[in-house]
């Protein structure tokens, strides 16, 4: 009996994925828990694993395609088993509607199915006859009505966002009435030689997009900033890296990360979550750390920041940054952070604001380490100075609370060896 | 706190008691604030008692033809206290119904006015009521005059449908100002049992939001029955007297007085935004004097929720259903399906009723959509002549290229219930075919729908 492969849920919040690459072909024998394919979710590149043996059959989606979680992407059939793909007998009753558990969100589901299923899509009539009607593949969209149905709005969205050789349907809103493109258009329409380019949102720039309109617009930010002597800092690592020799490195991240790290557990007013109805302060320290990733960014999480030494904050951090921009990261590895921090330190930034991570209710915004001329003892001399700004959700922390705890950090950066109080 | 709820509505109309049901049903404790009788406008001096006036109206006008049928009741002989009495008793027990709804959703009905203040609360006379999830402002709207023609509410020569509807006795004469759903179901009423009605109607025809086709049958129909229809018509001057009321109207440059025993004022309804405490919580109108609000129908203060009439157009209780619907259930973190007002029905329920959804032609053409009209009347249709009931048609914009059903309008006795096929067909983006294809019980009225999407793609039968 053939099984369904559906595309997956393979991270908490993706609607949709886009298969970068199959890694089996139609026709090879594959065995459950073999990746299929690798799936581009709005957060990483994850694998999509076979549920059952047999030879995959009727791959349905290229590469390159986008399609919603749940839709029939291809068919595991037991070797030489047929799949219906020419005229037998014809498919039992329950064949139909059993093909239906592929909608968004269900539970993958061995199904007896029949190619007409493999491949259906949900849409409504019109969607249907205007799909007809232009030459679009209903199979290449996402359906945005009920239960995950294509409608109009989707075939005009996709017209829009492809090359507009899809001509929007018939009622257009007031006084926009449909203007012809001049020529059915090649996809160089903007192009880089042209006065625009149309880029299409990856998911992650998607999910970007969705996640902050939901911090700056709603979350009341205020931000403090300090500056802070870093010389005994450098001296220390100095120290610290000729101690380690060959066995690494520790950086001014590091030594950033892990006195936040130790100072959030002084207060843990800013080591908190804002959550409707409650704040939930945290006793462990969950420090996101944004890494930039081509095309957008992303916050994996050093766990238990506050109990790991310098070298083991450098490894992580480390490891994570590279799993980070190969698009490797697990779920669990960018979720749950309790407060974050963000170096713009490496592109000279004196510095800057970043925008809170909810439901965080902080986040640090580091700049560069820069020598600067200040006074000491009366005497001007030149120290190397850092700029730190924190962004605060006035819901949880009020100005004293933020300053209270970043005056902490300063003194941990400016004397380390508070760090061992 | 005994005075805290999820959510606090203000208002126990159709938008604010559906609201309240939706939010109880999703599990959260609710309490509704409410001055007057549960349900609003629509159940106790709107929707609800004009229906069993407009019925009693059909029965008066049913058995005027009884002979032709068949039977002989005798003489006839109406009483406009009686069936008010009835449409009172029809009220009441829709309030009642309610009240019912409330107690079985173990919803907290506070009597009395409220009033809005920061922080999501609502105090009403001493106690102060406060919301953990958001307050719904659910006031709706109310009946106005025109003061600036000297045509104030004085409650005996000119009134409103508030006054209208508790009259003991048909007035001899009446002028309807408007005709709108109001002024023509009034009109229906009132004539039926006995008034010398007219109709003054300052745009160019009766229902003028409502496709021409539609407002030439209606205009047919009332002539045809006696009732004076005077559209395109400006009141310059009233002169309000003990007994009468004169009205100068200027009919297309031709001057003209209508004097009457009573003027029933049904143009336009005033917002209830006044001494609410809006202004207090930093909630913004629009111009029109709505509450303005975004796409969830949140107001400009976080947390303050308007729903129904005092969001804005369509007042229709059926809007104010939904949209209490779909705020509840955005509060309880559901996503509910977007409201498209664009396929919100429209029902006048005067006889022939007339119900429509969607774009007018005249709209089809201002938006240069290439589209074909079919159309159905009834007087084709073999149930429509078997009740004689063969006034009006069923009328199909189709778009020409996809199908599409634009728009559809209903002038017959059961169009109120007839557009429904035409509102699920445009909800699920049938095309006229998916229309057709449906088999129609015959003989049916509905079968005249299916007729008509037949005939806007040129395969009509009965016909």
């Not at chain 1, 957060?43 to 839709?71: F, I, N, S």
């Not at chain 1, 462990?284 to 095309?295: F, Q, S």
């Not at chain 2, 111009?287 to 203060?301: C, E, H, M, P, Y």
């Not at chain 2, 509905?446 to 009509?460: H, K, P």
Request: aromatic share 4%; with cysteine; glycine share 10%.
């Amino acid at each position: 009996m053939p099984t369904n492969v559906y595309m997956e849920a393979l991270s908490p919040t993706m609607e949709e994925g886009r298969v970068v690459k199959w890694h089996k072909k139609e026709g090879d024998p594959v065995t459950t828990g073999d990746t299929l394919a690798e799936v581009e979710t709005d957060k990483a590149v994850m694998d999509l694993v076979a549920r059952a043996d047999g030879v995959l059959r009727q791959v349905a989606v290229a590469e390159g395609e986008t399609v919603a979680v749940g839709k029939v992407v291809a068919i595991i059939a037991a070797p030489g088993e047929a799949t219906g793909a020419t005229p037998g007998p014809a498919p039992q009753p329950a064949a139909a509607p059993a093909a239906r558990s592929g909608e968004r969100g269900a539970v993958p589901l061995a199904a007896p199915v029949t190619p007409p299923d493999a491949t259906r899509v949900k849409a409504s009539p019109l969607a249907r006859r205007i799909a007809k009607e232009t030459g679009v593949d209903l199979k290449l969209l996402t359906g945005s009505g009920p239960g995950g149905r294509v409608v109009r709005r989707d075939l005009e969205e996709a017209g829009r966002r492809e090359k507009g050789d899809v001509r929007p349907a018939a009622v257009q809103p007031a006084a926009a009435p449909v203007v012809p493109l001049p020529s059915p258009v090649s996809p160089a329409v903007g192009g880089r030689g042209g006065a625009y380019e149309d880029v299409p949102l990856t998911q992650i720039r998607k999910t970007i997009a969705k996640r902050l309109v939901t911090s700056l617009g709603p979350v009341p930010h205020f931000f403090l900033t300090t500056e802070v002597d870093m010389e005994r800092a450098a001296e220390a690592r100095d120290a610290l890296n000729r101690q380690l020799g060959d066995q690494g490195k520790v950086s001014f991240n590091d030594v950033i990360l892990k006195a936040t790290a130790l100072a959030l557990t002084k207060h843990r007013a800013c080591n908190a979550w804002f959550q409707d109805d409650h704040i939930r302060y945290w006793n462990e320290v969950h420090l996101g750390m944004a890494v930039a990733v081509e095309d957008g960014l992303i916050t994996p999480v050093l766990r238990h920041a506050d109990a790991k030494s310098l070298a083991e904050i450098n490894r992580e951090a480390r490891e994570l940054a590279d799993k980070a921009r190969s698009r490797r990261l697990q779920p669990a590895e960018y979720t749950g952070a309790t407060f974050s921090v963000s170096n713009l330190g490496m592109f000279d930034i004196d510095q800057f604001t970043a925008v809170i991570n909810p439901p965080e209710a902080g986040i640090l915004a580091v700049g560069t380490i820069t020598p600067k001329p200040v006074a000491v003892d009366g005497q001007v001399v030149t120290r190397r100075r850092l700029r730190l700004t924190m962004s605060c959700d006035h819901r949880v922390i009020d100005g004293a609370t933020g300053a209270a705890f970043l005056r902490t950090l300063k003194q941990m950066l400016e004397n380390p060896l508070a760090m061992l109080l | 706190m005994a005075n805290q709820f999820d959510v606090i509505i203000l208002g126990g109309g159709p938008a604010g008691y559906v609201a309240a049901i939706r939010s109880a049903q999703l599990g959260m404790s609710t309490a509704l604030i409410e001055k007057e009788k549960l349900g609003g406008v629509c159940v106790n001096i709107g929707c609800i008692p004009t229906k069993a006036l407009l019925h009693s109206a059909y029965v008066a006008n049913l058995l005027r033809e009884a002979k032709e049928f068949g039977v002989e009741a005798g003489t006839l002989k109406t009483d406009y206290g009686v069936a008010m009495q009835r449409s009172r008793r029809v009220s009441d027990q829709n309030s009642k119904g309610v009240e019912f709804l409330m107690k079985k959703n173990k919803i907290t009905v506070v009597k009395g006015s409220g009033t809005l203040q920061p922080g999501r609360k609502v105090k009403v006379g001493n106690d102060v009521y406060e919301a953990k999830k958001a307050v719904l402002i659910a006031t709706g709207t109310r009946v106005k005059g025109l003061p600036q023609i000297g045509l104030d509410i004085n409650k005996t020569t000119v009134i409103s449908s508030d006054e209208a509807l508790f009259l003991e006795k048909a007035p001899p004469s009446l002028a309807i100002v408007g005709a709108g759903a109001v002024g023509m179901e009034f009109a229906n009423i009132f004539h039926a049992f006995g008034s010398k009605v007219t109709l003054i109607e300052v745009l160019p025809r009766l229902l003028p939001l409502e496709d021409a086709e539609a407002s030439d049958a209606l205009t047919k129909s009332y002539k045809k029955r006696g009732i004076d229809v005077l559209a395109g018509a400006k009141l310059t001057k009233a002169t309000v007297g003990k007994d009468k009321v004169v009205l100068d109207v200027d009919v297309s440059g031709a001057k003209q007085k209508v004097e009457a025993t009573a003027v029933l004022m049904a143009a336009g309804r005033a917002v209830n935004t006044e001494d609410i405490g809006l202004k207090e919580c930093g909630i913004q109108l629009t111009d029109r004097g709505f509450i303005k609000v975004d796409q969830n129908l949140q107001t400009s203060a976080p947390g303050y929720f308007a729903i129904g009439d005092v969001a804005g157009p369509p007042m229709l209780a059926h809007k104010g259903f939904r949209e209490g619907v779909n705020v509840a259930e955005l509060l309880a973190g559901k996503k509910p399906h977007a409201i498209k007002y664009d396929n919100v029905p429209s029902v006048t329920y005067c006889h022939p009723e007339v119900a429509s959804i969607g774009l007018t032609e005249e709209q089809c053409k201002e938006r240069k959509v290439d589209f074909v009209v079919g159309r159905f009347p009834f007087s084709a249709n073999g149930r429509a002549r078997g009740t004689g009931e063969t006034e009006g048609f069923v009328k199909i914009i189709r778009d020409k290229r996809y199908g599409e059903i634009l728009g559809a309008h209903i002038v017959g006795a059961q169009a109120s219930e007839l557009i429904h096929e035409l509102a699920v067909a445009r909800e699920n983006e049938y095309t006229v075919e998916e229309v057709e294809l449906a088999i129609h019980a015959h003989p049916t009225m509905s079968e005249a729908v299916a007729e008509a999407a037949l005939d806007s793609l040129g395969r009509v039968v009965h016909l």
